[in-house]
C-alpha cells in the first residue's frame, strides 16, 4: 500500500499577496503532488486559501463585528475559485481533484466522521486528489476547527496518514526569530522536545495559524507515532526536499506507533483554545488514579466549547490530562467549585454530574 501523506498548504502557499488565487503557484505544487505518487507516497491536501482567494470580490466591513460574515462570504466566492484552479492544473496532467469541506463537528459524529474516512479511502483507491478545507461559510466560534493546521492534525488521524507536511513561509522551526543572522535552524527533533524560550517568527497577516499553531499540532502528533516536518513553500521542489530530509524541521513520531484509535481521536481532536484548571486536590487524584473531573475541582473556564467537545484540563500552565466535556462553556462556569449534589439546581437537565467522565479521559503521560 502507498504511504499516506497529509500535506497542508497555507494561505500564501497558493494566492497571492494582494488577494486571488495564483495559478502559477498551484499548478507547481499539483505537478509536486503527483510526482510523490510515483515515489510511493498517497497524497492528501489540505488546502487554506478560500478566503485569500475571494477577499478581493467582497466589500470590507467597517465595523469589526461584521469581520466574520465578511470572512465568510470571502470564503464563498473564494473556495470555487481556488478549486478551479486546482482542477485545471490537475486535469493539464490528466488527473483528478475532489473538494471536501468540514467543520469540527464532523469529525465529533461517529457516523460523520466514517464517512470522511470512507470517501477518502475511496479517493485514493481511484487516484484522486483529495483536496479538504474547513466549511468557512457555515463555521462559527462554537463548531469552527480554528485553524488549518488543526484541521491537518484531524485529517491525518482520520486517514491514519503516517506523515504530516506542513508548507508554511517559514523554513522549519528555529531556535530564535529567523530573520536574525545567527539563527539556526533544528533539522531533526525529538517528540519528547518542548519548546520552551524558542522565539517564533511573527506570523503573516494571511491565514490563521502560525508557528504556534504548528507547534501544538506537532504535539497532538508525534507522541501517537506520526512524523511532522514543516518547511518552506518557497524553495524548488518543496515537498521533495523536505521528504529527502534537506531543509525544514522533521518531528520525530514515537517510534512505538499507539495503536488505540480512542486514544489518538481524544489527543487530536483537543480543541487548542478550549480548556480548565484545576486544583491541587483534583490534579492529584487525577494523576493518581484516572478519576473523573468533577465540577468541584475546577477553578477557571476558558474559552468557547460545546457539550462533547474534546477540552484540556491544566494545572500550574500544564496540560495534564484532555477529556470529552458533559457540559459547554457557560454551564461549566456556572458549576464550577460546586458539589455535584447542586449541580441539578442550577442547570435544567444536567447531563451529568461529573464534568469529565473517567471513561472519557485522557491522562497526557499516558499517550
Ligand atoms: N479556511 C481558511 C481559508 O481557506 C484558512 C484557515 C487557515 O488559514 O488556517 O482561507
Not at 171 to 190: M, Q, S, Y
Not at 233 to 239: G, I, N, Y
Not at 332 to 343: N, P, T
Request: with cysteine; net charge positive.
Amino acid at each position: 500500500m502507498k504511504k499516506r501523506v497529509v500535506i497542508k498548504v497555507g494561505s500564501l502557499a497558493v494566492t497571492n499577496e494582494a488577494g486571488g488565487v495564483s495559478s502559477v503557484k498551484i499548478r507547481a505544487l499539483v505537478a509536486e503532488l503527483l510526482a510523490l505518487r510515483e515515489k510511493g507516497f498517497a497524497p492528501i491536501l489540505v488546502s487554506s486559501g478560500a478566503i485569500n482567494s475571494g477577499r478581493a470580490l467582497i466589500k470590507r466591513p467597517e465595523e469589526k463585528k461584521m469581520m466574520i460574515s465578511f470572512q465568510q462570504a470571502a470564503a464563498a466566492v473564494g473556495q470555487p475559485l481556488l478549486m478551479r484552479a486546482y482542477v485545471d492544473a490537475l486535469e493539464a496532467l490528466g488527473a483528478h481533484g475532489a473538494q471536501i469541506l468540514v467543520t469540527h463537528e464532523d469529525f465529533k459524529e461517529r457516523q460523520r466522521f466514517l464517512n470522511i474516512r470512507n470517501t477518502i479511502n475511496r479517493l485514493l483507491e481511484n487516484d484522486v486528489l483529495p483536496i479538504v478545507n474547513e466549511n468557512d461559510t457555515v463555521s462559527y466560534a462554537e463548531i469552527t476547527v480554528g485553524d488549518n493546521d488543526q484541521l491537518a492534525v484531524m485529517i491525518t488521524e482520520a486517514t491514519d496518514a503516517e506523515k504530516l507536511i506542513l508548507l508554511t513561509e517559514a523554513d522549519g522551526l528555529f531556535d530564535k526569530n529567523p530573520k536574525e543572522a545567527d539563527a539556526r535552524r533544528f533539522d531533526v527533533v525529538d517528540f519528547r522536545e518542548d519548546f520552551v524560550g524558542v522565539k517564533f517568527a511573527a506570523k503573516t497577516s494571511v491565514g490563521r495559524g502560525g508557528m504556534d499553531t504548528k507547534l501544538k499540532a506537532v504535539r497532538k502528533l508525534t507522541p501517537l507515532g506520526v512524523d511532522v516536518c514543516i518547511g518552506t513553500f518557497l524553495a524548488e521542489s518543496p515537498l521533495s526536499r523536505l521528504l529527502s530530509g534537506t531543509g525544514g524541521t522533521l518531528f520525530k513520531g514515537n517510534p512505538d506507533r499507539q495503536t488505540s484509535r480512542r486514544k489518538s481521536w481524544l489527543s487530536t481532536m483537543v480543541k487548542n483554545d478550549a480548556w480548565v484548571v484545576v486544583d491541587e486536590g483534583c490534579a492529584g487524584a487525577m494523576l493518581k488514579a484516572t478519576t473523573s473531573l468533577l465540577p468541584i475541582g475546577i477553578r477557571k473556564v476558558h474559552g468557547v466549547f460545546r457539550r462533547g467537545d474534546v477540552i484540556q484540563v491544566k494545572h500550574r500552565n500544564k496540560t495534564i490530562a484532555v477529556g470529552i466535556t458533559e457540559f459547554d462553556h457557560r454551564e461549566l462556569a456556572l458549576v464550577m467549585g460546586k458539589k455535584s449534589g447542586e449541580i441539578s439546581a442550577l442547570i435544567e437537565n444536567a447531563p451529568s454530574k461529573v464534568a469529565i467522565h473517567k471513561d472519557n479521559l485522557l491522562i497526557k503521560a499516558d499517550i
